[in-house]
């Protein structure tokens, strides 16, 4: 017969305990300390924080951005978690995966992309650039998927339309983030897809960087007015970092991206998740990244 719970669950609990302890952390958990110190901002402070490592546009160190082979490396690389990549539509309704409204810095063309058919983008860009129907079924991994906004509202909720309409048809809902810098498009996905998760970006602006208490509250009322989960921040807003985690409510998420595959999701409280986790594989997380705490991450 089987012990009673009282005695059974203090078994139980040390086993696990043992087990997480004896587990190294997974190659994409960060502490926040060290990314802090990596930048040079306020170092010796100590948070203690964990950060959760995504490939912003692929692994676009080794490859070059938003390509097949940055995102299919990103997608077997275990140091990543999610892999967040850029789609707009091409004059002829092709949806690519490109970031710049040109193809100017990657590949020497004033062309923008919204202006050219697909054909001819590929011929200028030696045919790496990548269609989302390309990449989308080589990715097992969870995805941000970022809507490169134009300032033409309508156009920019067609496409998402369109992306969320494919991600459902492949049931992966759980795996997506939409992401952008238009504070009115993510609020048109939160009220017409309230179930699918939301990032408002941010590169540099007064309350994002200064240090001050008022203009970090005015940002969150931002952010909840747009109805944004996550807070994706440039870098160099870890300036920011004490007014930001000080002010963060509940439900929404802290997330800091670079130039290159730099993407971090920070976790300060069990609201802050990988999107499509549950609450109980996040709390495991937490207590594996406490045991081991002591590790050099």
């Given at each position: 017969?089987?012990?009673?719970?009282?005695?059974?669950?203090?078994?139980?609990?040390?086993?696990?305990?043992?087990?997480?302890?004896?587990?190294?952390?997974p190659a994409h958990t960060k502490r926040l300390d060290a990314i802090i110190a990596q930048e040079a901002v306020y170092p010796g402070i100590h948070y203690g924080y964990r950060c959760t490592a995504g490939a912003h546009r692929g692994a676009s160190i080794e490859y070059r951005e938003n390509t097949v082979a940055a995102l299919k490396a990103a997608d077997a690389d275990k140091k990543y978690a999610f892999i967040e990549f850029d789609v707009q539509y091409t004059r002829d309704r092709r949806i690519v995966v490109y970031h710049d409204k040109r193809m100017l810095r990657l590949h020497g063309s004033m062309k923008a992309i919204g202006d050219t058919e697909f054909a001819e983008l590929v011929d200028i860009a030696h045919g790496e650039i990548a269609t989302y129907d390309e990449v989308i079924g080589s990715l097992e991994k969870k995805i941000n998927i970022e809507i490169k906004s134009r300032g033409d509202l309508q156009a920019d909720e067609r496409l998402v339309d369109a992306i969320i309409a494919d991600i459902r048809g492949r049931k992966r809902l759980n795996d997506l983030l939409i992401s952008s810098i238009s504070g009115d498009l993510i609020q048109y996905v939160h009220q017409k897809y309230p179930g699918i998760?939301?990032?408002?970006?941010?590169?540099?602006?007064?309350?994002?960087?200064?240090?001050?208490?008022?203009?970090?509250?005015?940002?969150?009322?931002?952010?909840?007015?747009?109805?944004?989960?996550?807070?994706m921040l440039h870098i160099a807003n870890l300036h920011n970092i004490d007014a930001l985690l000080k002010h963060k409510p509940p439900g929404k998420t802290i997330v800091f991206w670079?130039?290159?595959?730099?993407?971090?999701?920070?976790?300060?409280?069990?609201?802050?998740?990988?999107?499509?986790?549950?609450?109980?594989?996040?709390?495991?997380?937490?207590?594996r990244y406490k045991l081991g705490a002591n590790n050099d991450l």
């Open positions: 017969m089987l012990p009673c719970n009282r005695y059974l669950r203090p078994i139980l609990a040390a086993g696990l305990f043992a087990v997480l302890a004896g587990c190294a952390l998760p939301t990032g408002q970006i941010f590169w540099l602006k007064s309350s994002t960087y200064l240090p001050f208490d008022a203009l970090t509250q005015k940002l969150y009322a931002e952010v909840a007015a747009t109805g944004a989960d996550y807070l670079d130039f290159d595959d730099t993407m971090y999701i920070v976790h300060k409280d069990f609201s802050d998740r990988l999107w499509g986790d549950s609450g109980i594989k996040t709390f495991f997380g937490f207590l």
